[in-house]
């Protein structure tokens, strides 16, 4: 469970555990926001990870993780050239106090002096050099016993966001503040007293703590969770390039955010008034604040048309969406969601996602785009005793070997090349080629080449449900 040794440099922390519903449809549990291209070509991710891509200032990142998605979480900082994560897997979401705590004993064990940077990985920051002269700025006050949070200039009355009340300065040399309270996502009124006394700097939820500090304090402030972690840690198998931590254990942790935990409590807080542009990239509207307009200021992202229309968001994914005569609407759309709301209640989309919950449909949490560790599979079309799929597998990967009891599958190869094995057979298929897997019958699919493979899979049989596999080999660890 080790991690490599920092050596004096800071550790980073990548919170990743969120799940982002106030940006759905593009956001759901099986693909949040953080694993999504929502600014530039880079997912949130991948921002996050590349802004403390620096050697010198910072050890390889410790990234705390869904496990659901630790496929492509991997993929994606592998993608941007980070080798050597930590990645630790939570069975479950527990909030931020817990997953801060399991990073803190894991740093805490090569360095008991270690200093960690947590960070929510759904964050959206422009400047890197701005970002690391802040944490450069905060790190001396952090190896002194200190919490150090970041806080921003409000540019605007916002409601999404956390406040941090200043106090007195630390000492005469430093812009670092003693914080002297919080306030969690304000209404209106209250948003403009706050603004009124300029004490008041948003709460960017990122955090600066020297691990053994932070440890004695939550020993004290939050024992129970402390505990859990402990034992979470100690219970840790690896599975392939991931550290799983113990379900039995961490499902008796407390769920509760490191503010409330810990922050609101201490008498160790201290915040850095910082310089870097930031949001939590939380609605729809912070979408639209941050991109680039129209002379009408309307956003138009995808496979979409506006016509005398003002202040809009409009997302087309999957189907053209055409907007005439409207204001100040988000109309955000998927190959199997249709989205609008005015820019004003998109921070309520999250009650919608809630009521698909309570209604058991799909759409709450799943993707049209399902995603596994070999590539993803979409659904085309379904009816009575079949279902036709698009299957897309990454190059040099390969499916379980696996088979059916309930149904046979067809598969036609649109592109690239396929090596499928069929009980005792090794079959080579190319362009345009097919094969029949009948009901049954012990098969793999793997794609040898080096461009995806892409073919489609009509499947046939009494019950075509995803757990209908039966998994005897798998390079994946899922069998």
């Known amino acids: 469970m080790a991690m490599t040794k920092p050596r004096g440099r800071i550790v980073p922390v990548l919170l990743s555990g969120g799940t982002g519903t106030r940006l759905w449809p593009l956001s759901r549990e099986t693909c949040p926001k953080q694993l999504l291209a929502l ?14 891509d620096d050697p010198l200032l910072f050890a390889d990142p410790l990234v705390i993780a869904n496990s659901e998605h630790r496929f492509a979480i991997g993929e994606q900082l592998r993608a941007v050239g980070v080798s050597h994560p930590t990645i630790v897997l939570e069975p479950f979401g527990r909030n931020t106090a817990p997953a801060v705590t399991i990073a803190a004993l ?53 409601t ?8 007195g300065a630390l000492d005469a040399s430093s812009p670092i503040r003693n914080v002297a309270g919080f306030v969690e996502k304000p209404d209106l009124v209250t948003v ?4 009124a006394c300029d004490e008041h700097l948003w709460n960017s939820g990122i955090f600066l703590l020297p691990v053994r500090r932070f440890i004695d304090e939550l020993a004290h402030r939050e024992p129970e969770v402390l505990a859990a972690c402990r034992k979470a840690l100690a219970g840790a198998t690896r599975d392939l390039d991931f550290l799983r931590l113990d379900a039995g254990a961490f499902e008796a942790c407390p769920s509760i955010s490191l503010d409330y935990a810990v922050m609101e409590k201490t008498d160790n807080a201290v915040v850095l008034p910082a310089a870097f542009d930031w949001n939590d990239v939380g609605s729809w509207s912070a979408l639209w604040s941050m991109a680039d307009k129209d002379t009408a200021g309307n956003v138009v992202v995808g ?10 968001y409009v997302h087309g994914d999957g189907q053209l969406v055409a ?21 004003k209640r998109d921070q ?20 049209h785009s399902v995603h596994r560790p070999w590539g993803y599979y979409q659904s085309i079309h379904s009816g009575e005793r079949f279902q036709v799929k698009r299957i897309t597998v990454n190059p040099g990967a390969k499916l379980s070997l696996q088979k059916h009891y309930h149904r046979a ?23 345009n080629e097919s094969v029949f897997v009948p009901l049954g019958c012990m098969h793999r699919l793997e794609n040898p080449g080096k461009v995806p493979l892409n073919l489609i899979e009509v499947q046939s049989g009494a019950y075509l449900g995803e757990d209908d596999i039966v998994r005897v080999q798998d390079i994946y660890d899922r069998v």
């Open 39 to 52: 600014l530039g070509e880079n997912s949130l991710l991948q921002q996050t990870a590349l802004r403390v």
């Open 192 to 195: 403009e007293r706050l603004l």
């Open 106 to 158: 894991l740093a805490s064990e090569t360095d008991p002096d270690a200093v960690i940077l947590a960070m929510p990985v759904d964050h959206w920051v422009r400047d890197r050099a701005a970002f690391r002269a802040a944490v450069s700025a905060g790190v001396k006050a952090a190896r002194h016993g200190r919490f150090v949070l970041f806080g921003l200039r409000p540019s605007g009355p916002e």
């Open 348 to 367: 309520d989309v999250g009650k919608l996602v809630e009521r698909l919950k309570a209604n058991g449909h799909r759409s709450a949490t799943q993707t």
């Open 303 to 312: 496979d979409a048309v506006v016509e005398d229309a003002s202040g809009c």
């Open 160 to 167: 999404g966001f956390g406040y941090i009340r200043m106090g």
């Open 409 to 431: 599958e067809h598969w036609v190869v649109v592109n690239g090349t396929a090596i499928v094995t069929r009980d005792d057979e090794e079959i080579l298929l190319r362009e």
């Open 323 to 343: 907007a005439l005569g409207v204001e100040d609407l988000v109309i955000a759309t998927s190959p199997d969601v249709v989205l609008v709301t005015s820019r």
